[in-house]
């Protein structure tokens, strides 16, 4: 059979003979084969897994709407996500838009404040979008707002009064407003202050009086004392003057 | 190509009629190379029962496949050869590994020397000596001498490349003229 092997081995080799296969092998195999084709693909498990992957994608949708619906609501998309057209009205349902911020700026001021018009109201600035988040706290800023300048109106009209009664020449208004302002401060300061218990205003008299000690001696050998010494040597140029000037009265 | 792997025309054409789920064409081709894979698979486990597992394992799986079949390939005779051999040596491996009995020996599984007329003895001898060869250089006598499968074609059934294929088969002749030497 072959030339690599001498003519014993092959000799021996070739006594190797097999029995046949079985006669009935080709039937039962092809029985075997017949049982296996019936037995390939049920039908059932397939439809079984098409549905159960059509159930984990329709869960997964809906759960990634639900996600961006949320997040939409809670404002991380800003005004965007409302203009969508099926998620819009959706947020619109869980949480409504936020009325815009009021231009106060804008709004007519009251009779006492009329005087000083120029002077304490701004020119209204141009409306700017307002994110939803922090309109709340614009609208909060422009209501104080408008309440100190009202409050400041009636101060400098009430101050401007009490100058014509006493005979002084009325302020400009940019003076008046500014005035008005210092006593302002100085009225919320003492207000302040009395609401202090007696021991609260002697620490804070303390901390005063060492921040004055503190500040003169780091203004000494400098601006402070050089003013303090030009002042006493005019007054004292101006007395020498004084005393060597003749009197000329009779 | 030997004789027996030389891939026919017909070959091509009674697959298709195989993947067609004809019996007829299955039954032919189960007669026609069904004998060849039980030869190795006996030939290689040593054992008749094994064989025709062997012989209808590779049958299914032909008959399984048939819609795969390459067209123009090797031949239904050379898929058949690779495909019993690798079932032999794979059942082989498995047989070591998950026997927990000892390995008999295998001058155990041939008739006793003393007992054969002389040509039964050196039968015997002869089988000691195939199966004392370790798998694969068992496999590549079995293919390229009982089957006469071209080196390469048996190579290719041993998934070797061909310079590694004949220093197995070199080794395995040298083992198996020493051991029938002996035996003479």
Redesign the interface.
């Known amino acids: 059979?072959?030339d690599?092997?001498?003519k014993?081995?092959?000799a021996?080799?070739d006594?190797?003979?097999?029995?046949?296969?079985?006669a009935d092998?080709?039937d039962?195999?092809?029985e075997?084969?017949?049982t296996?084709?019936a037995l390939v693909k049920p039908p059932v498990r397939d439809r079984r897994r098409r549905w159960s992957r059509l159930r984990t994608l329709s869960i997964g949708i809906g759960a990634f709407g639900v996600m961006s619906a949320a997040a939409a609501a809670t404002g991380a998309f800003g005004d965007i996500a409302r203009d969508v057209p099926v998620i819009g009205p959706l947020i619109e349902s869980i949480a409504p838009a936020k009325p815009k911020p009021v231009r106060l700026a804008a709004r007519k001021p009251s009779p006492a404040a009329k005087p000083i018009e120029p002077a304490t109201i701004a020119a209204a600035e141009p409306s700017v979008a307002v994110p939803i988040a922090t309109q709340n706290d614009e609208i909060l800023r422009e209501e104080r707002h408008a309440r100190r300048e009202a409050r400041l109106g009636a101060r400098v009209e009430k101050m401007q009064a009490r100058r014509a009664e006493a005979g002084l020449p009325t302020l400009s208004p940019e003076r008046a407003v500014r005035r008005a302002r210092i006593a302002e401060r100085q009225a919320r300061l003492r207000k302040e202050w009395n609401a202090l218990s007696s021991e609260d205003r002697t620490a804070m008299q303390a901390r005063v009086n060492e921040r004055m000690q503190r500040n003169q001696a780091q203004a000494e050998g400098g601006f402070i004392t050089r003013r303090r010494v030009i002042i006493e040597e005019l007054r004292a140029r101006r007395k020498a003057q004084m005393d060597e000037e003749p009197t000329t009265t009779p | 190509m030997s004789r027996l792997e030389k891939p026919k025309a017909s070959d091509d054409a009674l697959m298709r009629e195989v993947a067609a789920?004809d019996?007829a064409a299955?039954?032919t081709v189960?007669?026609t190379f069904?004998?060849r894979a039980?030869?190795i698979g006996?030939?290689m486990l040593g054992n008749?029962a094994d064989?025709?597992d062997i012989?209808?394992d590779t049958?299914?799986r032909l008959?399984?496949n048939a819609d795969k079949w390459q067209q123009g390939g090797a031949g239904i005779s050379a898929w058949v050869a690779r495909v019993a051999t690798n079932l032999c040596l794979d059942r082989l491996r498995r047989r070591k590994f998950s026997s927990d009995e000892d390995v008999p020996e295998r001058a155990d599984e041939t008739p006793r020397a003393d007992e054969m007329i002389d040509?039964d003895r050196?039968?015997g001898?002869?089988?000691a000596?195939?199966n004392a060869l370790p798998d694969r250089q068992r496999a590549a006598?079995i293919l390229?001498?009982?089957e006469?499968s071209s080196n390469n074609m048996a190579a290719q059934a041993l998934e070797m490349n061909i310079k590694a294929f004949e220093s197995l088969?070199l080794r395995a002749?040298a083992a198996?003229?020493l051991s029938?030497g002996d035996?003479?």
């Open positions: 059979m072959s690599a092997f001498d014993n081995t092959a021996a080799l006594l190797y003979a097999l029995p046949a296969l079985s092998f080709a039962r195999v092809i075997k084969a017949n296996a084709t | 789920r019996g299955f039954r189960i007669e069904a004998p039980h030869r006996w030939r008749g064989a025709e012989a209808q049958m299914l008959w399984n040509e050196m039968r001898r002869t089988i000596a195939i006598i390229t001498y009982y006469e088969l002749r198996l003229r029938l035996a003479r």
